[in-house]
């Protein structure tokens, strides 16, 4: 294995650092999630690193807690995502004719409406809790992940080895899974990283705008909703929830980077 | 004959574009009506009673089949009449006039300077490929596009607005305003939104003219002793045409969606604002208009892109 260049490095070490954060919310947050703990918006103190939030919630705890729900979250929908996305994608390339004429051409209509639009149009129906959330959004981003993987699994498809597994006599099943899924893994995983990008600003942003996740549960983009008015009087509680955003889809994305290019250069030494 | 070629192609391009839009409001209508959630129960809670419920339902047209109220809802749009909003009974279509107006002024306001300043940048990081101005502007690239557009808006509304007071937080114009002091207002969405665009604009416009540099006419250029710049702007850039509109037309669209957040961070009264307010109220009629109409923009940016992409190659212009 070839060195870890810096960039990437600094990317794993804050993504970890954000999932450990997650991970060990009950024993490292100060205070609780919902505790009152100081006055209105305070300045950063000893005891409150960041301030205090729009009712005088430590903003630090906060952080910690909604980012579990942010990346939870973001994570569950990157999940559903793929396991549409991927089989889907497969099933198309790999059985051709009028399926993959249907999957594709219904793929085309979805993607033809923005994910935003089509998201706040679904969730003005549907009841807004978190397993609808993290259905929707997978549901949206399985769109994307079906070009993907149909594009990769109709490389592959052309493959001796495939034609040679299909000539024993082999179904579908162990053709997507047993040839085709092993062979598209890495740039299914270098996608995978971005995809879960994509969903951490989606839910951000549906949450920023009310649509997301409810109160009394928070995630990032509640809670820059939560203090966006201080912004006015200079408080800056806001910021910081939005920064943590930017920072997790920054580094995921040098992790990313970094593996793309490495797979792409494996590629190359195969021939 | 040549023409003939080219307009059926621009015929098949826009009848398709009408297509996807037909089928979109059918997806929109669908997202909205036939979801298990039950639009009537949903608007009025879960301690409505039967006959409220009913009421709402006759009201809505729950009691027709879904086909004749889809075609009854399409066929009305399209004569521009959206239906009245469930929460304060007005005219959707006199509500949305004004507000897809301020939606366009600042879009369009955004695009006249984003997408210059990106082809600039995209050539200026072509003429110095390799070296510190092609390598900051990848990295302020990188930045932005992975910073969420309201981090950008507070950002700026916290150090322009709040710290230095060089413009107003909250953006709202109307219609006594003049042009100058309507600018002044939205001054902060536009830099907002002027960034989240103009990153991938420009890494795609290096890109296309870098794949062009390659060809063998520009090392005849070379060869015969053309300035670089020259080069770049008189032969590389006329070839990279059709990649370029197409991804402006890209973030043009992609604007039409960052709208959406950026008028809610400013308090902006415009489409966006108005989406969001009315999801946020389970008012469907209002949702399935603006759903319907920023489908259209959308589809139709793709769509103009296709078609610029189409007359601009020659190939097509003159086939064999």
Not at chain 1, 97 to 124: E, F, H, K, T, Y
Not at chain 1, 249 to 255: G, H, R
Not at chain 2, 129 to 144: C, F
Not at chain 2, 273 to 284: E, F, G, P, S
Request: hydrophobic residues 55%; glycine residues 8%; contains cysteine.
């Amino acid at each position: 294995m070839s060195r870890i260049p810096l960039s990437a490095l600094i990317g794993l070490v804050i993504t970890a650092a954000f999932f450990g954060a997650a991970l060990l919310a009950p024993w490292i947050a100060p205070y609780g999630m919902a505790e009152v703990a100081g006055g209105v918006w305070d300045p950063s103190s000893p005891e409150h690193w960041l301030g205090t939030d729009s009712i005088g919630r430590d903003l630090l705890s906060r952080m910690i807690w909604g980012g579990r729900i942010t990346i939870f979250v973001a994570l569950a929908a990157t999940l559903v995502a793929f396991a549409t996305g991927v089989f889907l994608g497969f099933l198309a390339a790999v059985s051709g004719g009028w399926v993959d004429q249907a999957l594709s051409r219904l793929v085309d209509l979805l993607m033809s409406i923005p994910a935003l639009i089509m998201a706040l149009v679904i969730l003005s129906v549907m009841p807004v809790t978190l397993p609808v959330l993290i259905a929707v959004m997978g549901l949206i981003e399985a769109t994307r992940v079906f070009r993907l993987s149909r594009a990769v699994a109709a490389d592959i498809e052309v493959m001796d080895y495939v034609e040679a597994a299909r000539l024993r006599g082999e179904g579908m099943v162990w053709v997507i899974f047993r040839e085709i899924l092993p062979n598209a893994l890495s740039p299914l995983v270098a996608e995978a990283g971005l995809r879960f990008i994509f969903m951490v600003l989606f839910i951000s942003t549906l949450s920023f705008l009310g649509l997301g996740v409810q109160p009394p549960l928070a995630d990032w983009g509640g809670i820059v909703r939560e203090n966006k008015d201080g912004i006015v009087y200079g408080v800056p509680a806001a910021l910081f929830p939005a920064v943590a955003v930017a920072a997790l889809a920054i580094s995921v994305n040098l992790v990313a980077d970094w593996i793309l290019t490495r797979t792409s250069s494996l590629k190359g030494g195969r021939g | 004959m040549q023409n003939g070629f080219l307009l059926k192609l621009v015929v098949q391009r826009i009848a398709l574009g009408c297509l996807l839009l037909l089928a979109a409001s059918g997806l929109i209508f669908v997202g909205t009506q036939m979801l298990p959630g039950d639009v009537a129960q949903s608007i009025l809670g879960q301690s409505a009673t039967p006959q409220a419920l009913a009421n709402l339902r006759a009201e809505l047209g729950l009691d027709q089949p879904p086909l004749t109220r889809y075609l009854d809802w399409l066929g009305n749009a399209l004569q521009g009449d959206l239906g009245h909003a469930l929460s304060n009974g007005q005219d959707i279509a006199s509500s949305i006039a004004g507000r897809l107006g301020n939606t366009l002024f600042l879009a369009g306001t955004a695009a006249a300077i984003a997408v210059p300043l990106a082809l600039a940048l995209g050539l200026l990081a072509v003429r110095f490929q390799g070296r510190w101005p092609d390598r900051l502007i990848s990295g302020v690239t990188l930045a932005t596009i992975s910073v969420p557009e309201f981090l950008l808006g507070y950002l700026a509304m916290f150090a322009l607005a709040v710290q230095f007071r060089v413009f107003p937080s909250v953006s709202s114009i109307h219609d006594g305003m003049s042009l100058g002091q309507q600018f002044q207002a939205i001054a902060l969405p536009v830099l907002v939104m002027v960034l989240v665009v103009l990153g991938h604009m420009m890494r795609m416009t290096r890109a296309a003219i870098l794949n062009v540099m390659q060809s063998a006419y520009i090392e005849t250029a070379e060869l015969k002793g053309l300035r670089r710049f020259t080069i770049i702007a008189r032969h590389a850039l006329p070839n990279a045409v059709a990649p370029i509109v197409n991804v402006i037309m890209l973030n043009l669209a992609y604007l039409v969606v960052g709208v959406v957040v950026v008028e809610v961070v400013f308090v902006y009264p415009g489409m966006g604002q108005y989406l969001v307010d009315h999801v946020a109220k389970r008012d469907v009629p209002v949702v399935q208009a603006c759903g319907l109409i920023f489908a259209a923009v959308y589809i139709g940016l793709n769509m103009i892109a296709d078609l610029v992409a189409i007359l601009a190659n020659p190939r097509l212009r003159h086939p064999r």
